[in-house]
């Protein structure tokens, strides 16, 4: 039995990690403001920095280890099936809870929270003492509540609901339909994408198509995904690559499947001397255009906006990067292969192909020369609940594309099949940047 060892190892993990974290607080700014405070502190907004990513992965993972060796397993399993904290933050953010709150100096009583949000009182008592209980919101006296750091994540302007909205209505809706699908032989069995769990939910509707068929005839659910991407994106961190990547050698940048754009914003503003090409389907497009309206004239003028189908319609030729965030993990390994292979037949010899997602890790320890960090023991190397989001996210693949997140021998083989050789990694602390050149 080495469960006493590996509870001493595990906590001197925590005070490192969180030694580290609040150190680097202390770098951007006086201190750590306390869970119950409203004040936000500038790494709260920052892109979150490396050291910080890093002693958090290392924190929750052994945080919750440390809990599942020393609780009874029954306790451990319950609280994980029970866990119904995301139907609150739903309706918390749809009634814009903390929307009323901001308004308030020293809390709001329930009656008038109740009458405010329109939600009967005693019910929302339940609800928010659910949500108190994990630091979203506060009780600061009898039925009297108040916003706290976490709380205001919820708030309408905080630019982040557009992201709840789609985890706790699209994904949650599947997540609830993985078991009743997976005994559905005529779906489960399919591995394209109109048979995915997603798509089994709705069937019923008498739709037939892709998750993004679906978007089309849905278009305000279309408008809540693409809101979502730059609060996803700023979850993962995936704008540390605009200081992990020599752009200052870089002329020109096809981003592949961009979204709004929201990645090119960043990437001019540090880099203007770069000439981009923004290429993704019309509907979206039109969407892009719009948001480039918080560049300068200048930078706008370096844009050019080229609508199409990555699976019908040519890319632009020898692009110095040609740049896909988000977007390998979407597609079935057949679909990934048609992507890169009509990449390669556009990139010059310069050219190269940046592939921004999460890589799976493996829960076997690698060699030391592997590329990704492992975890210390007695963690798992994947760092367990420390990479818990990758798992999420590699769920909502499945559910919404039948598609996964890979592993780094995945994405290699899949690029050696369309002709392009791997040839840096760089490790984002939960996103990684794979860059492929032509074999
Ligand atoms: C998950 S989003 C990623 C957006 C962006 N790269 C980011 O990280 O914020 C996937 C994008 O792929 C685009 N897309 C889907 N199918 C496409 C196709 N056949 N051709 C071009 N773009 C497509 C979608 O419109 C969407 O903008």
Known sequence: MTGNI?????????????????????????SVPSVYETNTHPLDEHKMSL????????????????????????HTIVNRAQDYYWSCLRVAAQNKIADLLDHTTGGMNLESL???????????????RTLAARHCFQEVSHDVYANTRLSLVLHSQSSHT????????????????????????????????????????????????????????????????????PSMNSVMGTLSIIEGYPWEKISTVCDVGCGNGSFVWSLLQNFPQIHVTLFDLHETLEAAKQAAGCLSQELQSQIHFQPGDFFK???????????????????PDNDVLTILVSIKNVMGPQSRILIHDYTMHSFQNQSPHH????????MLPDFGNGSMRLHYQDLTMLFMY??????????????????????????????????????
């Open 162 to 229: 557009s992201y709840i909205d789609l985890l706790t209505k699209e994904g949650q809706e599947s997540a609830g339909n993985f078991q009743k699908y997976l005994s559905d032989n005529e779906y489960s069995q399919c591995n394209d994408s109109t048979h995915t769990v997603f798509t089994h939910a709705v069937k019923d509707t008498g739709f037939h198509g892709t998750v993004y068929d679906w978007m089309k005839v849905n278009g305000d659910r279309r408008a809540v995904m693409s809101s979502s991407m």
């Open 6 to 30: 590996e509870v001493q190892v595990l906590l001197e993990l925590i005070t490192k990690s969180a030694t580290e974290a609040l150190d680097e607080y202390g770098k951007y700014g006086d």
């Open 114 to 128: 109740a009458h405010e949000s329109g939600i009967e009182p005693s019910k929302l008592r339940i609800l928010m």
């Open 51 to 74: 050291r910080l990513k890093k002693a958090i992965r290392n924190l929750e993972g052994a945080c919750d280890q440390l809990c599942a060796t020393l609780a009874p397993p029954l």
């Open 371 to 378: 590329s990704l960090d492992q975890a210390p023991w007695p």
């Open 313 to 331: 319609d040519s890319l632009p030729k020898a692009v110095d990067i040609y740049y896909l965030r988000n977007i390998i993990h979407n597609w």
């Open 402 to 439: 039948n598609s996964k997140e890979r592993t780094l021998e995945e994405v290699k083989n899949l690029s050696q099949n369309a002709g392009l050789k791997l040839e840096q990694i760089r490790d984002l602390g939960e996103t990684t940047v794979l860059e492929f050149g032509p074999a």
